[in-house]
């Protein structure tokens, strides 16, 4: 039986497949982003060319974003902003708003036109939602990393989620946990 709170207003493959067109067409003017596995593989510290390459373009769009992680490891986190070149806010605690609300201070937007983005439904999803913003579920970049209770729990808790329309599922086959070949 879904949850209600655990509905992403989108689920898409991948940070890189935003619908932009379509988030621009509502309003949206920025985004928060969770850090691990949605825009870094996990303990990196480093952007791909590619996701690099997409967050230029968003900034070219005019289009603002930051990022706030729910990671304890301080200098950690320093290392990612230095790299990213934008604020990492954390540790948020997500689902928690403190930290949301932060971010949105400084994006200078309100909340009606901010995207959260994340690859967790109890943290990401539900803070984004909690904070009444529009909310993206994205795939994890990496699981071969993942500690193996985040790896049940991330089954879990996708298995609780009510799915958005299929028009509102990117880069996913007849499931939306399914990739599309192509991919
Ligand atoms: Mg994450």
Redesign the pocket.
């Known amino acids: 039986m879904p949850f209600r709170f655990l509905t992403p207003d989108w689920v898409v493959l991948d940070v890189l497949r935003l619908p932009l067109d379509a988030l621009e067409a509502q309003g949206i003017k920025g985004f928060i982003f ?5 825009i870094m593989p996990p303990h990196t510290a480093e952007l791909s060319e590619a996701m690099r390459d997409w967050l230029t373009s968003l900034t070219a769009r005019g289009l603002a974003y930051i990022v706030v992680s729910n990671n304890h490891n301080i200098a950690y986190m320093k290392q990612a902003e230095d790299h990213i070149g934008v604020r990492v806010l954390g540790p948020a605690k997500k689902p928690s708003r403190t930290i949301l609300r932060e971010a949105l201070d400084l994006l200078e937007l309100p909340v009606n036109q901010v995207c959260v983005v ?3 439904p109890l943290t ?1 999803i539900w803070g984004g939602q909690r904070l009444g913003a529009t909310t993206i579920l994205v795939d ?1 970049l990496q699981r071969a990393n993942e500690k193996g209770h985040i790896h049940v729990l991330r089954a879990l808790e996708r298995l609780f989620i009510q799915v958005p329309p299929r028009e509102r599922c990117i880069g996913y086959t007849t499931t939306y946990t399914t990739p599309a070949s192509e991919c």
Do not use: A, K, Q, S
């Open positions: 969770d850090l691990d596995n949605t994340g690859d967790r990401d994890p």
